[in-house]
């Protein structure tokens, strides 16, 4: 098995379409499945461990219930339905040579559950027969690092179902094991392990896990992961639970926010930043895009930390890779980073005026944030941030001081976004104390300015690239008088 995970673990998946055969009715049942009750039952018998696989022992321990009557049932109708829904890649590396027989009967079964997990419906009729603990129990004595990848998978699909998360964190001693697992070195494995723990987190019983991960080691072993992790997927996975960590609710954040606070996290952050973006720089690897958003969000959540706040802005570094990203020509593949880079130096330039200035001298910059407008169309928030760096920048802006070339680029860049700016006032009509007036204040005299210039400033269009139209500059000022009225 590649190293890397297919991309649709992260995501619950819906259930099997209305094509595929339903069980018939049984009275042992109260939740209906696409899938033979029995068959799914047959399965969890599988993967009981070998020192309790004699079928009396199991069900007279309660490890699993009594198999209803499976007479005339083919197993193999079920596993055609979900033999490659939401499926690990098999292994082709070292962990999986020399396997035995009942190793490959585990594997078999365990795959088809992982499929089914995805499913609420099969997700809690499997956890009514008891696969956490006969997960819980392979965890506990597994040897196999396919196996354990398998087992943590499973409990993963199970995670993204309300009741099924529940019951996770109810089962006697799983969420140690769970939490366990993030000291094995094996990519799956550790892959699927931070899944569950960013999921379980995100729940209502989040302080149960928040519990058992707030020791220094096991926090340290996961700052550890991120930072060394060269597979993209369990950077991916590895930075996702340090964001779940850093977005908790109140009562997690309480308990695990102060051990991850004395281990630099804002320091570890900024240089995985500066790695994706020098990947991103040399070629384009659209696996890792998801990270880079992944860090800028989690750096953006601690701007907003009283404890990290000025940490973060002080941060030169940091400023100069927002900068950067921003300031990227072709934007659409990166376009959510972007997006999140603008909010991220929004939050420092309300406490970095020295940052604001510096960076209202650099004209590509300001076109570079008027860029990512449309990519935040949808999120109301994210418009006020890029209105907030705007307003800032063209406050500090000193046109009477610009050369005639420079103030005509500047003007060229207002006069280019006539239909984004009109667009933006007609569906959100300004505030009196909105960003936007300020920044069509500043547009406006910028503009006049333009107008009552002579001659020899207008004539530097015929040495730009871009013209600027008499026309289109007096529209502009029209709907910023009417926005400042």
């Not at 895009?289 to 940091?318: F, G």
């Not at 650099?362 to 890029?386: R, W």
């Amino acid at each position: 098995m590649s190293n890397s995970l297919p991309e649709e673990y992260e995501q619950e998946i819906q259930s099997p379409p209305a094509h595929h055969p339903s069980a018939p009715p049984h009275e042992s049942f109260d939740i209906s499945t696409t899938v033979d009750p029995s068959y799914v039952i047959s399965l969890i018998r599988k993967l009981l461990p070998s020192n309790i696989q004699d079928g009396e022992r199991a069900i007279g321990r309660d490890l699993i219930r009594e198999e209803p009557n499976t007479e005339g049932r083919k197993e193999d109708e079920s596993y055609q339905n979900h033999g490659t829904l939401n499926r690990p890649e098999s292994r082709n590396d070292d962990h999986n040579q020399g396997r035995s027989a009942g190793e490959e009967t585990w594997e078999e079964g365990g795959c088809i559950l992982w499929d089914l997990a995805a499913s609420e419906d099969h997700a809690q009729f499997m956890v009514q027969n008891l696969i956490l603990e006969v997960l819980s129990a392979n965890l506990a004595v597994s040897q196999s690092s396919r196996i354990t990848e398998i087992g943590v998978g499973i409990i993963g699909n199970l995670a993204c179902h309300e009741i099924p998360r529940k019951q996770i964190a109810s089962t006697e001693g799983l969420v140690g094991v769970i939490v366990e697992q993030l000291l094995l070195d094996d990519v799956p494995c550790l892959c699927e392990a931070c899944r569950v723990l960013t999921l379980c987190l995100q729940g209502g019983e989040g302080v149960i896990w928040a519990e058992a991960l707030q020791d220094e080691q096991i926090l340290s072993r996961i700052l550890w992961i991120a930072e060394n992790a060269l597979n993209p997927m369990l950077l991916e996975k590895s930075v996702g639970l340090l964001l779940a960590v850093l977005e908790s609710q109140q009562e997690v954040a309480a308990i695990l926010l102060p051990p991850i606070s004395k281990l630099d996290i804002s320091n570890l952050l900024i240089k995985l930043l500066a790695f994706e973006m020098s990947k991103l720089k040399g070629e384009r690897i659209p696996e890792r895009y998801t990270v880079l958003d992944l860090i800028l969000r989690a750096i953006e959540v601690l701007s907003t930390m009283d404890n990290y706040s000025q940490e973060i802005c002080l941060n030169k570094e940091l400023l100069q890779l927002a900068k950067e990203l921003i300031e990227l020509p072709d934007k659409f593949e990166v376009s959510s980073s972007c997006v999140t880079a603008v909010v991220l130096l929004a939050n420092i330039l309300t406490d970095a005026p020295s940052a604001t200035f510096e960076l209202s001298q650099d004209l590509n910059f300001l076109q570079g944030v008027f860029n990512v407008f449309p990519f935040a169309s949808d999120d109301a928030e994210a418009q006020s941030a890029i209105w907030s760096v705007i307003a800032r920048l063209l406050t500090l802006v000193q046109e009477s001081e610009m050369s005639p070339s420079i103030f005509h680029f500047l003007v060229s860049i207002l006069a280019s976004k006539l239909d984004l700016i009109g667009d933006e006032i007609l569906v959100r009509p300004c505030a009196e104390t909105d960003a936007r007036v300020i920044a069509m204040k500043r547009i406006s005299d910028i503009l006049m300015q333009w107008k009552l210039s002579d001659g020899r400033v207008k004539d530097t269009s015929s040495l730009e690239d871009s013209s600027i139209d008499e026309e289109t500059v007096d529209k502009l000022l029209e709907i910023c008088h009417k926005a400042t009225r």
